[in-house]
């Protein structure tokens, strides 16, 4: 059965810190893996998806298959990422999403 | 604005009453998909209309739960005889066939006294 499992429930760094959110992820095909933000007070967004191999406000994504893991990262974090962050797996006919609990990022000054 | 939109933002309840939720959706987007979410979790998937299709339903959609999306526009989701543990935010999605991304709607916490 599909599973994402985001271990931390809420993660706080100061400014200019690196920052790792972990997802790991059980799933029996190839997936598609997204990690999808929410600011406060309002809805949930979409920031980045594995198969563009993008970089979006600073955060990059890794899909590791023989981990089975796709951790979020950012060298500098800035006060404006302080959010919840959802990892989200998608099976191959893209009619759902599979979400974590999420992980609380608070970026102290 | 021109994203998803719900309606309401928020309802109250008592325990045995029946509510009903509507989604629009982005114009152009066939797919709509309802999820819930509770306290600490992140969204479960309920449903998913391609069209005017119910294609998917999941397991936590009880009995008491049904979903319509009469003309392939907004859909509504309606909770019959509703529980405590029906307290949550319900989440809508719209998107495109093919496109990954889904677009969610602000949502509307259900609180069931």
């Known amino acids: 059965a599909q599973r994402v499992t985001q271990p931390e429930k809420l993660l706080s760094v100061f400014k200019g810190a690196p920052v790792e959110l972990k997802c790991n992820y059980s799933y029996s095909g190839s997936p598609e893996l997204f990690w999808y933000v929410q600011y406060s007070r309002q809805r949930l967004q979409l920031l980045l998806r594995?198969?563009s191999r993008e970089s979006i406000k600073g955060f990059t994504a890794d899909l590791n298959k023989g981990e089975t893991s796709f951790h979020l990262k950012k060298p500098f974090a800035q006060e404006e990422d302080s959010a919840m962050y959802y990892c989200a797996l998608c099976p191959y006919n893209f009619n759902k999403f599979y979400f974590g609990s999420g992980t609380k990022l608070n970026v102290k000054p | 604005d021109t994203g998803v939109s719900q309606d309401p933002r928020h309802k109250i309840t008592k325990r045995g009453q029946n509510v009903t939720f509507r989604c629009d959706p982005i114009?152009?987007?066939?797919?709509l998909y309802w999820y819930r979410q509770t306290l600490g979790q992140g969204p479960e998937f309920l449903t998913y209309f391609q069209n005017e299709a119910q294609l998917e339903k999941s397991r936590l959609l009880s009995d008491r739960f049904s979903a319509e999306r009469p003309k392939g526009s907004f859909s509504t989701l309606e909770i019959q005889r509703t529980e405590q543990g029906d307290s949550a935010m319900y989440l809508c999605?719209?998107?495109?066939?093919?496109?990954?991304?889904?677009?969610f709607g602000p949502g509307t916490r259900l609180t069931v006294l």
């Open positions: 114009s152009e987007h066939n797919r």
């Open positions: 999605a719209s998107s495109r066939t093919g496109i990954y991304e889904q677009f």
């Open positions: 594995h198969i």
